[in-house]
């Protein structure tokens, strides 16, 4: 017994030895480490009291400061940056669906300020700007060089004012500028309406009245068509949607899968991710579904688009998404003051990151470019033309009933609304298209 003790000691005091013998080295190199780190934060603070005392003009060090945080963050990746009180304020404002701007969701690329989308009915995008547009000047003055904050903050103004932004667009052989009047901002989350038999869900932020705008508006386009079983399916459109609270974009995932994950984030740490899973019930009761994206497609977009699609529970239509595929923590600093910052990724169910890759749609189609000639071709395509009906002394059709020519005439009507929404949103009838198609497949599969 006295031996086996030995041996336990002896094991022990040789495993506190070499832990000592190889954790002192690691020691130094942490010390050296963090000595590396006062030293270049003594960098700093000289360089801070040369710049304090010597530049050319008297500086505000409070500013000075924020820029030098700033910089820190937006170093990283386009999405960190540092809030001051007021952006702080004002984007919790945001959240809650109404504030003043021009109504774009911008971000950074090459220096220069590039629209992610124009949010619907606002300013921006009655003005025509488009998701992909980059901004190089605002009333003459360029902003290549300035963080996205001085940019935003650059196009902020009172309302009622105007603003002159020039925009680079693709396609386009010169830079044009652009005049918009700024305005309060009120964003409704979702708006619902039918097209054909189909229910159309436009979302155009992930904000906190999202889900539920979602499900009300859902249940009225049900009850005002007369029960589900009127309903071919559900567009859930998600084109031009910047994203927003990813709480919001797993409930609206979750409205329409049964089970399953929904999306899961990986940060720095294995600890640090979360996997977050659908819960029972489907508000579509298993309908069919066509999501549209675009371009302007992003982050919580992308969230609802990728869950959907891997669960194979709707069909993904329209052109490739942004690929925002990282998740940011807005964490609350002294002063009131906040700072973003990029802390994970987010995957779909299948284990995809699309960060920088987008979501790619199941089927692609492009909404095709309004040409210049299109009124013209409407009008002449809208004359009114005659036809057998409209000769005096023509034979009638004595082989159809009053219900049958009555029904000739709605089908007629029908397609005359099919032609208009396809002049008007191409992309909108082929997925509505799609949902009249899967709804005849599933009745004749059930006669």
Known sequence: MKKILMATTVGLLSGTVMTTQVAAPLLAQENDGAGSVYEQLDLFGDIFERVRAQYVEEVDTSELIEAAINGMLTSLDPHSSYLSPDDAENMQVQTRGEFGGLGIEVTQEDGFVKVVSPMDGTPADQAGIEAGDFITHVDGESMLGLTLNEAVDMMRGPVGSEIVITVVREGEPEPFDVSIIRDTIELTAVRARTERDAVVLRVTTFNDNTYPNLESGLQEQIEAQGGMDKISGIVLDLRNNPGGLLTQAIKVSDAFLEKGEIVSTRGREVQDGERFNATAGDLAEGKPIVVLIN???????????????????????GTKSFGKGSVQTVMPLRGGGAMRLTTSRYYTPSGRSIQALGVSPDIVVAQPARRPQAEEDEAQTNRPTRSEADLRGRLNNDSLSEDELKQIEEERQRAQEVSRLREEDYQMAYAVDILRGLSVMGRNGTE
Request: net charge neutral; charged share 15%.
């Open 295 to 317: 371009g302007g497609s992003a982050s919580a977009s992308e969230i609802v688009a990728g869950a959907l699609q891997d669960h194979r529970r709707a069909i993904v239509v």
